[in-house]
């Protein structure tokens, strides 16, 4: 880590901080907003940096951003745990409102092809500009930062790495910001007005010019390798806390930070479990809902920041620990966040860190009547099904509200109704007010209501910017 040195000053402060920010959490016990499993995390957010002034700088912009972009799949089944990092499509990430990306390849012939190490990722990199210019062109706003990296050996025969980017560049050439369009000073670090609408490339690879920004030019935090059990899953966040910290303190000096909350064990998560997901969330298993990993069961002044409760301690996985630290209000600019299988709570932390006061709506999207009980013959049933779907532009989650003179001790779940498999519960101990993920589905009903004493009526509202 050539930068790393960079982070040493201030270190008193940064002591200081960090015991101020010390986690003192409550056990997750189902879905966590910082992390998701899902192929739509029930997140939008396409328009955020058009609220930005055109004269900020990038270094001075706290960006959400992805791991290992178009690592959506494995070589089979067998290795899928070990190699993918996303589970949402590049489209849906940046209408997310991911706005840095990873893009990795091989050369092939006179093309490159989306790889995760040897595993080829069914893309190609047209397919990744396809989507990205679509994007830019919907949103002339914003703008996406990439970083391109020869992720694996080329074909033999296939043209030089440079040779096939400038074919790219070339032939998208309005989509590609030019470095020489800026003054010398501002090519490792452009303001918004000057990008806004295209690609800056985040150049990791050698070349007779410069693309974009010199990815050697970031302060860059990626201690990817993560030790087995709870020490070595501690020392990976100390890495993320620490680097935050320092994103924090030392901004305004024009450097531009990416801190990697992702990770991996690499072959020995076939043996440990310590997957790229389990980094990310801490959990006993990849789903969205699932519980965080016990650790142990009696007390211990070790690993101060994971999650405690009734004298147990759990995993903490960086972007639930990450979004924590950013909703306590403790730091004021992130950097560059990438995150595999990032939550909404994670990416909407990060940018409201740019000062972005979104004036919430609520859009009434759905409504159904519930007994108080179970219907009969009915094991938790007590509704019909219900849609939610077409969520509106920019929402940001849901709003549930239950309409009835008791309505304060009125709770219940919400299940999806499965054809041929067994129905799931969506969303836990619902009550009145509760905000929850905006997860689409055309068969949810109420099921196993409590504090009920006749039937009453649920409204379902998007919260939308």
């Not at 012939?109 to 830019?136: C, P, R, W, Y």
């Not at 003054?183 to 990008?195: A, Q, V, W």
Request: proline share 3%.
């Amino acid at each position: 880590m050539k930068k790393m040195k960079k982070i040493i000053k201030g270190g008193l402060l940064i002591c200081f901080t960090w015991a101020s920010l010390s986690m003192t959490s409550a056990v997750f016990a189902e879905s966590h907003p910082g992390y998701s499993y899902e192929s739509d995390i029930g997140y939008q957010n396409p328009t955020w940096m058009s609220k930005l002034e055109d004269s900020k700088r990038i270094s001075e912009v706290s960006i959400p951003g992805t791991h290992g972009s178009m690592a959506l799949h494995g070589a089979s089944l067998l290795d899928e745990n070990l190699t993918r990092n996303q589970t949402m499509d590049l489209s849906r990430q940046l209408n997310a409102g991911i706005r840095y990306v990873d893009m990795r390849v091989r050369s092939v012939n006179d093309s490159f092809v989306m790889h995760h190490g040897m595993i080829n990722q069914k893309a190609k990199f047209e397919d990744v500009l396809e989507d990205t210019i679509q994007f830019l062109r919907d949103n002339p706003d914003e703008t996406i930062l990439m970083r391109l990296k020869e992720e694996y050996d080329a074909e033999s025969g296939s043209l030089s790495f440079e040779e096939i980017f400038k074919r790219y560049k070339n032939s998208n050439y309005s989509f590609f910001w030019d470095p020489d369009s800026v003054t010398l000073s501002e090519r490792n670090n452009p303001k918004l007005g000057d990008i806004r609408g295209k690609i800056v490339l985040l150049q990791n690879f050698t070349a007779s010019k410069q693309y974009g920004i010199n990815y050697e030019y970031l302060n860059t935090q990626d201690k990817f390798e993560v030790g087995s059990g709870p020490s070595g899953m501690y020392e990976k966040w100390k890495a993320v806390k620490t680097h935050l910290l320092n994103a924090d303190n030392n901004y305004k000096n024009g450097v531009i930070y990416l801190n990697h909350f992702s990770g991996t064990g690499g072959v020995t998560a076939l043996i440990n479990n310590c997957y790229p997901w389990f980094v990310a969330s801490g959990k006993d298993s990849r789903e969205t809902g699932s519980n965080s990993k016990l650790i142990q069961s009696n007390a211990t002044n070790d690993w101060e920041d994971f999650p405690r409760g009734n004298g147990q301690i759990f995993y903490g996985g960086m972007n639930t620990l990450g979004t924590e630290i950013l909703q306590r209000g403790g730091i004021k600019h992130s950097g560059i966040i990438a995150a595999d299988f990032p939550g909404p709570g994670l990416i909407d932390s990060i940018i409201s860190l740019n000062g972005i006061k979104s004036n919430e709506k609520e859009i009434l999207i759905s409504q159904i009547s519930s007994e108080s009980k179970p219907l009969s013959g009915q094991k938790n049933r007590s509704s019909q099904n219900f849609k939610i779907h077409d969520l509106p532009t920019g929402t940001k989650g849901l709003k549930w509200i239950i309409e009835k003179d008791n309505s304060s001790v009125i709770s219940f779940h919400v299940m999806a109704d499965v054809s041929l498999g067994k129905d799931t519960v969506r969303w836990e101990n619902i009550t009145n007010g509760s905000r929850t993920e905006a997860y689409v589905n055309s068969n949810y009903y109420i099921a196993n209501p409590s504090g009920a004493t006749n039937d009453f009526t649920v409204k379902v509202y998007a919260i939308t910017h």
